[in-house]
């Protein structure tokens, strides 16, 4: 396992609690390198959406364990907040959630001459996603093939 994952998953052990007691969802957990900083980043959820009020909150429970825990060898920036509405789908649980819902996916190559479909999310495994297009028929794609995949939003 990477120091990456470890520290992700180290995170997800501790915050998990947290953000059960407020009645909240943990929705990832990453720890990503931009520029020159490090971020450990939190993305919660409720329904009817997490306020700034939620995530301080979360925040000042998170910033005393991982001030205990000691953990992670690099300085970095945490930050809690919203997944936003243009979420990934990441998980079996985002998969779940939007099972018969709008999504839209991005391939990394041409497929049928294009690379980008939106259909209805119709089935998922381990390494598949099927949705029905617009003429009702239906397209699978290896996971490996997509590039994203998140829920559609027409605004």
């Not at 909240?24 to 980043?41: I, P």
């Not at 001459?113 to 390494?127: M, P, S, V």
């Not at 099927?130 to 003429?135: A, G, P, Q, S, V």
């Amino acid at each position: 396992m990477s120091k990456r994952e470890i520290y992700e998953q180290k995170t997800e052990e501790y915050l998990t609690p947290i953000v059960e007691e407020y009645g909240f969802e943990l929705v990832d957990v990453e720890y990503v390198k931009e520029g020159s900083n490090w971020y450990l980043r939190a993305y919660i959820d409720k329904p009817g959406g997490i306020s700034v009020d939620d995530c301080e909150k979360v925040s000042r429970r998170l910033s005393d364990i991982l001030d205990e825990k000691d953990y992670i060898e690099d300085s970095y920036i945490m930050e809690i907040s919203s997944p936003g509405l243009g979420r990934p789908l990441k998980k079996e649980k985002d998969y779940k959630r939007n099972l018969n819902k709008e999504v839209e996916i991005r391939t990394y190559r041409m497929i049928d001459k294009r690379k980008e479909f939106t259909g209805i999310l119709k089935a998922y495994d381990a390494d598949t996603v099927t949705i029905e297009l617009d003429d009702e028929t239906l397209k699978t794609f290896e996971k490996g093939e997509i590039a994203l995949i998140r829920q559609a939003f027409d605004f």
